[in-house]
């Protein structure tokens, strides 16, 4: 059976206990440390989610970083193709390319991601 808990309830229990231990309901030894903990693992997940968000924002948008990497076809239909791109799937335009093959992404236009076979 798995335990889940988020964050914001591991904060609070932490800011609970502490607040019962100083106003006495808590023994001192037993509060402060688990209150401590519970605090610190809450701070831990909220500054480690604040400086992963920092990180995705900075990052350029997905298809200008695509041009000129190759993947491989995964299914055809009518013209899009399914490709494995560096383990994450996109749809590409793909004029004449059969699953199996290796393509090569060369630009972005109105239709979306255009890419062409590799020979």
């Known amino acids: 059976m798995d ?5 914001s309830a591991l904060g609070l229990v932490g800011g609970l206990v502490l607040l019962f231990t100083f106003l006495g309901r808590i023994p001192p030894w037993l509060g402060y440390p688990l209150g401590g903990a519970l605090l610190s693992v809450y701070m831990l997940i909220v500054v480690v989610g604040l400086k992963s968000s920092r990180e995705f924002k900075r990052r350029p948008p997905p298809s200008a970083s695509v ?6 076809v ?3 239909e009518g013209g899009w193709a399914l490709v494995k791109l560096e383990g994450a799937y996109w749809r590409v335009y793909c004029g004449s390319c059969a699953p199996g093959d290796v393509v090569e992404v060369v630009g972005i236009d109105d239709l ?6 590799v020979e």
């Open 67 to 72: 041009v000129g990497k190759r993947g491989v």
């Open 74 to 76: 995964v299914e055809v």
């Open 3 to 7: 335990v889940v808990i988020s964050a």
């Open 112 to 117: 979306g991601i255009v890419a062409r076979r």
